[in-house]
Every structure is written in structure tokens, then in C-alpha cells.
């Protein structure tokens, strides 16, 4: 079947090649390097910093999971996609895993054959527009031109939240987050929708990020989380419980800086499990027992990601909100390990 | 007594190894397995598509074309809203290539024909802007040119806000038409009871000019007298139609955008994305086009210029009676590959966002259905055809004024 992923790349489109192994896993190991799709550039969730490493929350779970299948978290071949390319990167075998602020909707898992392997940011739809233009309230955007980011749910969202409040409105499609955003401040739309977190990490970027207002509605409901394809149920668990790690960690309040501590043995055994002391979780998923602990080792656990990256204390400055552990009234619930 | 026998040559009979040592076979034998190879190559594409789709447990069907298609797009020729079909959209799409494409073709022929005319002018500046202006664009690709003219105007066009206020930065040309970021806004006819006679009795108008002009050849031709062309032709244009558009109660009326919430309303929107896909457009194949008639136009012998001087005709005449319809011969063949590739290379609108047949339905109906060979398949269809079309309409051209060898 190897030589067909060649040939196959010839047919239209190329499409239908990449069903090359349903092993990922093998494929991965053999390879040495992970291939992750990412955003083409979103400060804060996936972006190159100056030394051109990729940087971001989406990069995190990229290296999380390098870490507890390579056991090296810059093993990670970063491979940048648009709304519109993402998924047939992803069924062609391009890449393994798909973290780009993906939403996780119906159509996509059962339809698109993909399989969401969990949330990693409970999102919703906003606008943005420039302070001086007035407006308060998405409400009142009726006849406005809204710039959109094409290949992506917000593009049917806006059209049925529109639709609802019988307003008018001009659409105006863009490739990428980079071209949307110039569109913006040259003032072609008036008004920029994309998720929330997109806004502000968008935001944050601009020269004076105080003329600009993120209105209050959310307009929808935008679960994102890493993809796989569909139908490696083995690669899907992984990449699966490697996020529940990342998640649970910060529950149990294991953190980078005392997880060594902490896999010498404690009195708990939900993290004696997850760290690989006791029982045999790493062997089950077909890795070895470190996995989660590499994992968490590779970026710290989720609430760490979360503060460095588009946090509080960032430049993006998202709170915690529905991303709080269900503990602190948050939607963030990672099944036990058991 | 003599018996002549005339021996038949020997029948030689065929043996297989004939097939690659007789010259008469061999070309058809290699041919034969070619082709075969061809045809396997091919089975084994669509072999390895059917069983691939079959892994990932897919199917082809066209279904989807029915369901709701649940975007908006912001320019359409004909009706359409988020709640209707794919295919719907999907013709939406169409029509818009078929918009720029038509547009296109016009202002890069004009383009064309005046700066290949001009590139051989004798007046040096002239010659020598022309060749850059050919240079220029030929040798930068179309979607740089597209992406420019873009920016340019997004940038340094005025925002729509600044044409609010009490002192607006800026104004609206003749009061009528706004220059914006957005694009060009022009008013727009409003059609009253009535203006059916008006339009009825311009198309007349344009028939009376065109015989106006066929009798002045013919006199011209017949008795050597020479009738006024132009201002007949512009009278009987204009004339008749302002008569009956006043005498009717002037039916036909302007709405003039005007600046209202967020955008303009009313008026006709000519899109920031049109008008910067149009313009890229033609200049660039208009370089190529501007090539193709230099080319035409040195085809055809000094000699024929010479005699036409020597007959006391002026250069303009000389051009355009003598030296282009024959030129057109040469022309012709070539050009129909620039209009070709112009309608192609219109799928580069998504580069800014102007909705075409690649833009719906090969962008977000194939996004938001998944389905994208379906997609991909009826993208090449749709553009197949039109090339087809397009070539097929300008050969029965290219046969009409090719040269009639009697």
C-alpha cells in the first residue's frame, strides 16, 4: 500500500490516499517525528516566537503527545493549516493529529469522518469592532460587513444568527486569520467575528488593542479539540487520554515542578496511576508507563499551559471561565483514571 | 505447346514476430500497448479512489448539492439567501465567473489591441512605455498583480466612515458615486412604467446607426462620395431616445447611494474584490493579448503598407483597413488562449475573497460538506465546458475571417 499513498496523491485531488496504515502509532514510532497541524499563525494558541519554534496552547497538546509517544516533546513536525485545507490534511495522513482550534460539531465527526478525541477550550462566536464605530451590542449590526474567516463553522453561525434577528448583513470571506485581521484595520468590514479566544488573542497583536471592543454576545456554542482520523481507535485513545493527563494532572495538582516528586510515590492512587507507579495504563494504550508523565513534563499540565500561553497574565488575556476544572465551576472534567 | 503458369507469389502467411519486425505492424503494435498501459494507469487511479473511499467507509453521491447550504455570499446575480441549496450557490458561482471572465476579456482586448498598436508607434516614448507596460505584466504572475491592486485599494481608498459627519473627510464624486474602501458605489436605475419604450426605441437607435454606417460604405463604395460617419451615428443614437424619455415623463430614475448605518444603501456596489480581480485580469493578459497583435501585425508584409501610401492613404486608414483585417488572421488563434486562461485564472478570486465558482462551491461547499471529490469533479466539468465553449464560439470567428481562398 505504500506505493499506492504515492499514486494515490495523483488522483483528483489527492484526497484518498493516506488510509496508507490504520496503525498511526507504528507509523509515528517508525517515522520519529509527530506531524501536527496547527493554526498558519494565532498568538497564543499556535504561533512561531522568534527563534522560530512554535509557540501556543494548540502546539502544547502537539508536544504533550510527542512526548508520551517519541519521549521527546520537540519531536514535532508543525504543520501550518488553513480552515479550508485542516481536514484533508488530516485524511490524507499529512498529519496525525489536528490541533487547530477545531470545533467539534455533528457534521464533522459523524460526516467528515473524524474522530474529536475530547475539548481542550470551550469556545463561543463574538464580534469585534473598533471603539469610535459605537456599537455595544451585536444586535445592532444590521446592514454591517463582517469579515470572516472562510472553511470555518463561524461562517454558518453568523449566517443563522443573522437570520434569526432578521438582519442584513455583508459577508466578506478571508483565507487566513493574518489577511482578516489587515482587512479589519483597513476598515473594508466593520466588524471582525471569529471564537472569542480568537478575538482577543487577535486583539492583542494590534498597535493600540484599547480601540477595539469585543461585543458581549457569544453567538454559539464552539467546543475545540484535537482530531484524528477516523477508525485508529488505538491512535484516537492516545491522543485521547494524553489531553485527559494534561487535564486531570491539574486536578490532582500535578505540576511540572513537583511531578518528580510526586512519580517517586504518594498516597493517592489516581496519581500513582497516571504517573506510571502503579498499574499499567502506558502498557494498555501500547506505550510505556512514563507516557503521561512525559506528557505533563513536556509543557506542564493543563492549567500551566493555560497561564503561560493565553492566560491572564498574557497579552491575550483570556480567564479561565467555562475552562475551569469542574471542581472551581468550570466545564473541564477528565474521566477518572481507572 | 506452351503453358505459361504464372506462379502466385508465395502467400506469405502472418506470424506473430511480424507484429515488431514488419514496419507495416510495428506502429500499430506499440500503439495497442500504450494504450493498454494507459488504460491500466487509469484503472488503477480509480481503483485505488473506490477502495480508499471504501476504507474510510465514503461514498460518491451528489446529494449534498440539495441540502440547505447555510452560508451567505455577498455577491449575487440572482436571488439566493442562506437557505438555499448547494447547487444554488454553486450558480451563484458560476455567474460571478462568468461576470469577470466577460468583463475581463472586453477591457484586456481593448487594453491589448491599443498598446500592441501603440508598442510599434515611431514615437520613441510612446513605443517604449508600451513595452514596459508589456514587460511589466507579463513577467509578474497574475495573482501578485490581483493582490496588489487589492491592498491598494483597501488601503489607500477611503474608509467608508470617512464619508460621515458633518465634515466628511471625503465626498462623493458628482454627489453620485463613493469611492470606498469597499468599493465603488454607482447609482442605479430605477426602471418606471414607461422605460420599456425608452429602452425599446435606444435598441432601434442602435439598429438605424448600424445601417446609417452600412449605407455610408456602400455609397462610399458605389458612387467614391463620402458621407459623415460620426456625428450622424452619435445623433441618431442620442436623439430619439432623449425625445421619447422626456415626452414619456423621464421614466427612468436614479436611486443614488447614500451613506445609511454602516455601508451605503442603495445604488449598485461594484466589490473592492471585483474590481481588483477584473483590473488584474485584463491588464495581465492584456500584456499578452498586446504581444499577439505586434506579432499579427509584423506578419503582414511592409509591402501592403507601402502600397496603401502609395494609393494617398493616411496612416490610420492604413491601419485599420488594410493592415489589422489581415493581421486578424494571425491574431485571432492566439488570443483565444489568452481569453482561455484569463476565465482560469479567474479562480484565483479567493485570494480576495470574491465569490466565484472556486470560492462556493469548490471552497465552502466542499468544506462544509466534505464532499470533495464530488466538488472537485464538477469544478473541473464546469470549467471544461466553458473553455470548450469559449474556443468553440471564437473558431466559428476565427472561420468567418480567415482568409477565403476562392
Given at each position: 500500500m505504500r506505493t499506492s499513498v504515492v499514486l494515490g496523491a495523483v488522483t483528483v485531488a489527492g484526497l484518498t490516499a493516506g488510509i496508507a496504515s490504520a496503525a498511526t502509532l507504528d507509523d509515528v514510532q517508525a517515522r520519529g517525528v509527530l506531524n501536527c497541524g496547527v493554526n498558519t499563525g494565532l498568538v497564543g494558541f499556535a504561533n512561531p516566537d522568534a527563534n522560530g519554534e512554535w509557540q501556543g496552547f494548540d502546539v502544547g497538546v502537539c508536544r504533550a503527545v510527542a512526548a508520551a509517544v517519541l519521549g521527546d516533546p520537540m519531536a514535532v513536525n508543525f504543520v501550518s493549516t488553513t480552515g479550508k485545507t485542516r481536514f484533508t490534511a488530516l485524511a490524507s495522513g499529512e498529519i496525525d493529529v489536528l490541533a487547530r482550534n477545531t470545533t467539534?460539531?455533528?457534521?464533522?465527526?459523524?460526516?467528515?469522518?473524524?474522530?474529536?478525541?475530547?475539548?481542550?477550550?470551550?469556545?463561543?462566536?463574538?464580534?469585534?469592532?473598533?471603539?469610535?464605530?459605537?456599537?455595544?451590542?451585536?444586535?445592532?449590526?444590521?446592514?454591517?460587513?463582517?469579515?470572516?474567516?472562510?472553511?470555518?463553522?463561524?461562517?454558518?453561525?453568523?449566517?443563522?444568527?443573522?437570520?434569526?434577528?432578521?438582519?442584513?448583513?455583508?459577508?466578506?470571506?478571508?483565507?487566513?486569520?493574518?489577511?482578516?485581521?489587515?482587512?479589519?484595520?483597513?476598515?473594508?468590514?466593520?466588524?471582525?467575528?471569529?471564537?472569542?479566544?480568537?478575538?482577543?488573542?487577535?486583539?492583542?497583536?494590534?498597535?493600540?488593542?484599547?480601540?477595539?471592543?469585543?461585543?458581549?454576545e457569544i453567538i454559539s456554542k464552539e467546543p475545540l479539540g484535537p482530531v484524528v482520523r477516523h477508525g485508529d481507535n488505538e491512535w484516537a485513545d492516545i491522543v485521547r487520554w494524553t489531553l485527559n493527563a494534561l487535564i486531570a494532572a491539574e486536578e490532582l495538582g500535578i505540576?511540572?515542578?513537583?511531578?518528580?516528586?510526586?512519580?517517586?510515590?504518594?498516597?493517592?492512587?489516581?496519581?500513582?496511576?497516571?504517573?506510571?507507579?502503579?498499574?499499567?495504563?502506558?502498557?494498555?494504550?501500547?506505550?510505556?508507563?512514563?507516557?503521561?508523565?512525559?506528557?505533563?513534563?513536556?509543557?506542564?499540565?493543563?492549567?500551566?499551559?493555560?497561564?503561560?500561553?493565553?492566560?491572564?497574565?498574557?497579552?491575550?488575556?483570556?480567564?479561565?471561565?467555562?475552562?475551569?476544572?469542574?471542581?472551581?465551576?468550570?466545564?473541564?472534567?477528565a474521566p477518572p483514571f481507572r | 505447346m506452351t503453358t505459361t503458369t504464372t506462379d502466385a507469389p508465395p502467400q506469405r502467411s502472418f506470424r506473430l514476430s511480424m507484429l515488431i519486425y514488419d514496419t507495416r505492424y510495428r506502429s500499430y503494435t506499440f500503439q495497442f500497448i500504450a494504450m493498454i498501459l494507459v488504460f491500466l494507469f487509469f484503472a488503477y487511479l480509480i481503483n485505488n479512489l473506490i477502495q480508499n473511499l471504501a476504507a474510510r467507509d465514503q461514498n460518491i453521491s451528489f446529494d449534498f448539492l440539495g441540502d440547505p447550504a447555510g452560508y451567505d455570499i455577498n455577491q449575487m446575480l440572482i436571488p439566493y439567501d442562506n437557505q438555499m441549496s448547494h447547487l444554488r450557490a454553486a450558480f451563484v458561482g458560476v455567474l460571478n465567473t462568468l461576470l469577470v471572465a466577460f468583463l475581463g476579456c472586453i477591457t484586456a482586448t481593448v487594453l491589448g489591441v491599443i498598446a500592441g498598436v501603440l508598442r510599434l508607434s515611431n514615437n520613441w516614448l510612446v513605443g517604449k512605455l508600451m513595452a514596459a507596460y508589456v514587460e511589466m505584466f507579463r513577467n509578474v504572475p497574475v495573482l501578485i498583480w490581483i493582490l496588489i491592486i487589492f491592498n491598494i485599494m483597501?488601503?489607500?481608498?477611503?474608509?467608508?466612515?470617512?464619508?460621515?459627519?458633518?465634515?466628511?473627510?471625503?465626498?462623493?464624486?458628482?454627489?453620485?458615486?463613493?469611492?470606498?474602501?469597499?468599493?465603488?458605489?454607482?447609482?442605479?436605475?430605477?426602471?418606471?412604467?414607461?422605460?420599456?419604450?425608452?429602452?425599446?426605441?435606444?435598441?432601434?437607435?442602435?439598429?438605424?446607426?448600424?445601417?446609417?454606417?452600412?449605407?455610408?460604405?456602400?455609397?462610399?463604395?458605389?458612387?467614391?462620395?463620402?458621407?459623415?460617419?460620426?456625428?450622424?451615428?452619435?445623433?441618431?443614437?442620442?436623439?430619439?431616445?432623449?425625445?421619447?424619455?422626456?415626452?414619456?415623463?423621464?421614466?427612468?430614475?436614479?436611486?443614488?447611494?447614500?451613506?445609511?448605518?454602516?455601508?451605503?444603501?442603495?445604488?449598485?456596489?461594484?466589490?473592492?474584490?471585483?474590481?481588483?480581480?477584473?483590473?488584474?485580469?485584463?491588464?495581465?493578459t492584456g500584456a499578452f493579448i498586446a504581444e499577439n497583435v505586434r506579432a499579427g501585425i509584423q506578419a503582414?508584409?511592409?509591402?501592403?503598407?507601402?502600397?496603401?501610401?502609395?494609393?494617398?492613404?493616411?496612416?490610420?486608414?492604413?491601419?485599420?483597413?488594410?493592415?489589422?483585417?489581415?493581421?486578424?488572421?494571425?491574431?485571432?488563434?492566439?488570443?483565444?488562449?489568452?481569453?482561455?486562461?484569463?476565465?482560469?485564472?479567474?479562480?484565483?478570486?479567493?485570494?480576495?475573497?470574491?465569490?466565484?465558482?472556486?470560492?462556493?462551491?469548490?471552497?465552502?461547499?466542499?468544506?462544509?460538506?466534505?464532499?470533495?471529490?464530488?466538488?472537485?469533479?464538477?469544478?473541473?466539468?464546469?470549467?471544461?465546458?466553458?473553455?470548450?465553449?469559449?474556443?468553440?464560439?471564437?473558431?466559428?470567428?476565427?472561420?468567418?475571417?480567415?482568409?477565403?481562398?476562392r
Open positions: 467539534w460539531t455533528f457534521s464533522r465527526d459523524v460526516d467528515l469522518k473524524l474522530d474529536f478525541v475530547g475539548v481542550n477550550y470551550y469556545d463561543g462566536q463574538g464580534f469585534m469592532a473598533p471603539r469610535d464605530l459605537g456599537v455595544t451590542s451585536a444586535k445592532e449590526l444590521d446592514g454591517a460587513t463582517v469579515c470572516i474567516q472562510t472553511g470555518t463553522t463561524t461562517e454558518l453561525n453568523l449566517a443563522d444568527f443573522f437570520r434569526s434577528n432578521n438582519m442584513a448583513y455583508e459577508p466578506v470571506p478571508i483565507e487566513t486569520n493574518a489577511e482578516s485581521q489587515q482587512q479589519y484595520l483597513a476598515g473594508t468590514c466593520d466588524v471582525f467575528t471569529t471564537d472569542a479566544s480568537g478575538l482577543a488573542a487577535t486583539r492583542a497583536t494590534f498597535e493600540n488593542p484599547g480601540d477595539h471592543v469585543i461585543l458581549p505540576t511540572s515542578a513537583n511531578i518528580e516528586e510526586l512519580s517517586a510515590g504518594t498516597n493517592n492512587p489516581e496519581i500513582n496511576r497516571i504517573l506510571g507507579t502503579e498499574g499499567s495504563m502506558g502498557e494498555m494504550l501500547g506505550l510505556d508507563a512514563d507516557f503521561a508523565k512525559r506528557a505533563i513534563m513536556a509543557g506542564g499540565n493543563y492549567g500551566e499551559l493555560f497561564e503561560r500561553f493565553i492566560g491572564e497574565s498574557t497579552p491575550i488575556g483570556l480567564s479561565r471561565g467555562l475552562n475551569a476544572q469542574w471542581t472551581d465551576g468550570g466545564l473541564l472534567y | 483597501a488601503f489607500a481608498m477611503p474608509q467608508v466612515r470617512a464619508f460621515r459627519g458633518e465634515n466628511p473627510e471625503s465626498s462623493m464624486l458628482f454627489g453620485a458615486i463613493a469611492f470606498t474602501n469597499r468599493g465603488v458605489y454607482v447609482p442605479k436605475p430605477i426602471w418606471e412604467s414607461g422605460s420599456l419604450i425608452v429602452v425599446l426605441v435606444f435598441l432601434a437607435s442602435i439598429v438605424g446607426a448600424i445601417w446609417y454606417r452600412r449605407h455610408a460604405t456602400k455609397v462610399l463604395y458605389d458612387t467614391g462620395r463620402m458621407l459623415p460617419r460620426g456625428w450622424p451615428t452619435l445623433a441618431i443614437l442620442v436623439v430619439p431616445t432623449l425625445l421619447v424619455y422626456f415626452v414619456m415623463g423621464r421614466p427612468i430614475g436614479l436611486e443614488v447611494p447614500e451613506l445609511r448605518g454602516f455601508n451605503f444603501q442603495g445604488g449598485i456596489q461594484v466589490r473592492g474584490s471585483l474590481i481588483a480581480l477584473w483590473l488584474a485580469l485584463s491588464v495581465y503582414i508584409s511592409r509591402g501592403q503598407t507601402e502600397a496603401a501610401y502609395s494609393l494617398g492613404l493616411r496612416p490610420n486608414r492604413t491601419m485599420s483597413l488594410i493592415i489589422l483585417p489581415q493581421a486578424l488572421r494571425v491574431i485571432i488563434p492566439p488570443v483565444i488562449s489568452q481569453y482561455l486562461n484569463l476565465t482560469k485564472n479567474s479562480s484565483l478570486a479567493i485570494a480576495v475573497g470574491y465569490m466565484d465558482i472556486t470560492g462556493t462551491l469548490g471552497g465552502i461547499t466542499l468544506n462544509q460538506s466534505g464532499r470533495a471529490i464530488e466538488c472537485v469533479l464538477m469544478l473541473m466539468l464546469f470549467y471544461l465546458t466553458i473553455s470548450l465553449t469559449i474556443s468553440a464560439v471564437l473558431n466559428v470567428y476565427n472561420n468567418a475571417v480567415q482568409l477565403k481562398e
